[in-house]
């Protein structure tokens, strides 16, 4: 096995040197810096990663919670867990990625047991049973999702708000004045998924003031299940001339439902979804969307994480709730109405 007494011997440097030139604790010379990176990259030398804890402190591992829950598109989820660990990867960091469905005792076990550094929760929910105990860890954390009560976290989220007020918008300003909105399923509702209402109620709002109708509709995230709604939806709603979409199961299955129907956007009807560029690209989708940015929002969150656990931001220093501005991605469907 090759340790950092190799790596200094091919850089022709001590021991020490090697060690202070891959961990940052000492002003090392550029030259001398790159000789030892190329001599860990031709030796192919990994850290110990128990030897560097007992000497920094530090694992050098973020803990990522996350749930693949039967409510939810499990592909919308694995975008924000890639968004999360190619940035720890770039940083330096390795990614524990913890599925527990009790989420609080996951939390606790890998917290109190000191084999992380940080800890990033995923499907956070409105009142969050998980932190309480993210606040009293010892470790800082980072949340991608809004709860009701941000104090003493480090927030990132996209503004669902804006985002509904925008798809509205949108659609109005191209002479639509009835629309359905397809959102996530009750259950993630009941279970505090506050982005759900977020969007909705903004939409809303945003409907109210224009005069529009706005037909709203909690949709399966399966199928057949989401097609057969889907189904239901146009055939309850036949004067309707847009669909918004805040529910990825339902954007993924709506192509198939419009062919069978013989319908195409925009001629017969306008689409507007909500969801990442990336998935609409494995999909296929050809709607118009309000890019989700799953992997901005767990890049964002894992930067500031690191920026705490290495100390470039002070205890001190106040927590921050960041809302990343929702932009629209224009692939030609939406147009006025017949």
Known sequence: MVTIG???KAAGVSRSTASYALSGKRSISDAVRLRVNEAVKTLQYTPNAGARSLATSQTKVIGLLAQFLDDEFAPAMLQYILGVSNTARELGYDILLVTDADGTSALRRIS?????????LLNVAENDPRLDHLRAAQQPGALVGLPKDCDGLDVFDLDFEEAGRTMVDHLHRLGHRELILISQP???IDRG???????QNAALAAAEARNITLHTVFAPSSQPAVGDALNELLDAHPTATGLLINNEAAAAALPSVLHERGLSTPKDLSVLGRYSDEFARTFSL???SIESAPDRLGSMAVRQLVRRIEGEIGPEEPNVVRFVTPDLIDRGSTAPPR
């Not at 109190?112 to 990033?120: E, H, L, N, P």
């Not at 998924?193 to 969007?199: E, P």
Request: glycine fraction near 8%.
């Open 286 to 288: 050809p709607f118009s």
């Open 112 to 120: 109190d047991s000191r084999m992380i550094d940080g800890i990033v």
């Open 193 to 199: 998924g506050a982005y759900v209402w977020r969007l």
């Open 6 to 8: 190799d790596v200094a």
């Open 186 to 188: 009750q259950h993630v």
